[in-house]
């Protein structure tokens, strides 16, 4: 049977929330358990695919094709044996859909349809189901106790936690500790009353993980568990730390797992080596040197935007031992073809994104990345924008456009795979899966690697697995004329023959790939396009100094 540990946040978001989860999920792994996570959003969306990278940060896919909340990407990060998939996210809007979807159906037999139970109900099953198989699974749910978004969350745990039990629940709840200057003091009345909300809706937490930027004495965290009931022992430290990686270890060294493990009953489990986890920090304070990133992209002001691909580069950065700093530019300013804020980069990345704004200042910073020799990472619109730019340029098609932004380009380089067919009149005999052409290619797919180019000699094998979520496909009629003008298509999708990756040999690094390697790296292990990246941007470095 699973065990279940609930995750709740009070006081103020942004607590990191789904890092400490994950940090005990990556805890109870290295006590050799099978542990999953599951992020329950309160909000209406029927899932992130649609929401504004502005508003909510990156969108993660996962193997299976879901396009979830960012927290999974971390959940992944932090868990080497459990892979997400679509059911470990679901929103409100997700739940509700269903139960409306029944309800017309009429399956609910005209009695009246409500929150409780069928709303809870449908919620304790999602959570249910995807903690099948495992011996942990840690639900987080988003928001903060006391929204009125998240109530029908919070009853369905309260629930749940009355349903398995003391020996197969547990709620572990983070609060915050201010510390208020003119008093010298930390203050844990926010968190006596974030705690008497949860108790209001019939919720005792088990585990505080307190954060703090002080540290926090003994009689302090006596003192709030006398007042929330919960043992001192639980009344866990977090305090800001200065990598998100050090936090297993932080809550090792204060027992977090040996409190679960004795709640659950998990005896003569072996202690935590978390060996991996210092390595990746001791990497992480120790490195040789700083090399400088450009990453252009639409979505700058927000780094979460592109959070999987910073932490990719952080990991490549633990592989090479130097510190990769990013620096993140604003591809229309560079439209004005001012690109003197890219002379002091190592390396430049254009991540993926969508439709045409920006979409001439990134081809800007991929000409000088391609001209200078300066190595060169394109991810998803980042790879099209390159072979695009490399037509233009290079391959005499000065017109060569995207149909995503130009419907009439006499050289649609990139198009809608419906579209390039039909205008051979091949549509017929291809063999389309049915949600190819106008939807996303989504999730996990294989891809062959050409024999001798740097793109299969970076993997080292010739068939990988790597994510996608887009639209448009490079049109496999201008292959010819780029290959001829230097441009070597290194990989093509395994069922459909897609083009999946490119590259210039004669450049030092310039690889550019249809799919988004950034989603399956991870601190302990990086990945292979990464880590062979910022090796080129260290070259770069040394050839500067
Ligand atoms: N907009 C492009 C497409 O849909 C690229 C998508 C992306 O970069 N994720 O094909």
């Known amino acids: 049977m699973t065990h279940f540990i609930f995750v709740t946040g009070g006081v103020v978001s942004s607590l990191g929330k789904g890092i400490s989860a994950a940090s005990v999920a990556a805890l109870l792994e290295a006590r050799g358990l099978q542990v999953t996570m599951v992020k329950m959003d309160p909000y209406i969306n029927v899932d992130p695919g649609t929401m504004s990278p502005f508003q909510h940060g990156?969108?993660?896919?996962?193997?299976d094709g879901a396009e979830t909340d960012l927290d999974l990407g971390?959940?992944?990060?932090?868990?080497?044996?459990?892979?997400?998939t679509k059911l470990n996210n679901f929103t409100s809007g997700r739940v509700y859909q269903d139960v409306l979807n029944k309800e017309r159906r009429g399956d609910y037999l005209g009695g009246?349809?409500?929150?409780i139970p069928h709303i809870t109900d449908n919620i304790k099953e999602r959570v249910l189901r995807a903690g099948e198989g495992y011996d942990v699974a840690i639900v987080e749910i988003g928001g903060t106790v006391g929204d009125i978004e998240s109530l029908p969350f919070m009853e369905s745990?309260?629930?749940?936690?009355?349903?398995?039990?003391?020996?197969?629940?547990?709620?572990?709840?983070?609060?915050?500790?201010p510390y208020v200057s003119s008093a010298a003091e930390l203050k844990t009345k926010p968190t006596q009353h974030s705690v008497k909300e949860l108790l209001s809706i019939g919720i005792q937490p088990d585990i505080l993980i307190c954060r703090t930027e002080h540290d926090v004495d003994a009689d302090t965290t006596r003192k709030i568990a006398l007042f929330t009931n919960v043992q001192a022992r639980a009344v866990i430290v977090c305090k800001d730390a200065k990598t998100i990686y050090q936090i297993p270890r932080n809550f090792s060294e204060q027992q977090v797992d040996d409190l679960i493990c004795e709640r659950f009953g998990f005896d003569n489990l072996p202690k935590a080596d978390l060996s991996d986890w210092d390595q990746v920090c001791e990497a992480l304070f120790n490195p040789e040197y700083t090399v400088r990133v450009a990453m252009v992209g639409k979505y700058v002001e927000l780094p979460d935007a592109y959070k999987s691909v910073n932490e990719a580069l952080l990991h490549a950065g633990i592989q090479n031992r130097v510190k990769v700093q990013i620096d993140y530019v604003d591809a229309e300013s560079l439209e004005s073809q001012d690109l003197s804020i890219l002379s002091t980069a190592n390396a430049i990345l254009v991540p993926g994104g969508f439709g045409e704004r920006g979409t001439e200042g990134k081809m800007a910073a991929i000409r000088y990345a391609r001209e200078q020799g300066i190595p060169f990472l394109g991810i998803c619109l980042g790879m099209q924008l390159a072979v695009i730019e490399y037509a233009r340029h290079v391959a005499n098609m000065p017109e060569a456009s995207s149909t995503e932004f130009n419907r009439s380009t006499k050289y649609p380089l990139i198009g809608l795979i419906t579209e390039w067919l039909d205008e051979r009149g091949e549509l017929q005999q291809?063999?389309?899966?049915?949600?190819?052409?106008g939807t996303m290619r989504l999730g996990a797919q294989k891809s062959e690697l050409v024999a001798g180019t740097k793109t299969r000699e970076i993997y080292g094998k010739a068939e990988i697995t790597e994510r996608h979520r887009h639209r448009y496909e490079m049109n496999d009629r201008f292959i010819a004329p780029l290959e001829e003008a230097?441009?070597?298509?290194?990989?093509?999708?395994?069922?459909?023959?897609?083009?999946?990756?490119?590259?210039?040999?004669?450049?030092?690094w310039f690889v550019a790939v249809q799919f988004h390697p950034e989603f399956t790296s991870s601190p302990r292990d990086g990945h292979p396009l990464f880590a062979s990246f910022i090796d080129a941007a260290k070259k770069q470095y040394q050839k500067g100094q």
Do not use: C
């Open 58 to 63: 990156e969108v993660f896919v996962t193997e």
């Open 74 to 84: 971390y959940y992944e990060r932090f868990l080497r044996r459990a892979k997400m």
């Open 112 to 115: 009246t349809v409500q929150v």
């Open 157 to 177: 745990v309260r629930q749940l936690m009355v349903e398995l039990g003391h020996k197969h629940s547990m709620l572990m709840h983070l609060t915050l500790l």
């Open 430 to 437: 291809r063999n389309l899966e049915s949600d190819l052409g």
């Open 486 to 508: 230097g441009l070597k298509i290194s990989g093509y999708s395994s069922v459909q023959h897609l083009v999946e990756t490119v590259e210039i040999p004669a450049h030092p």
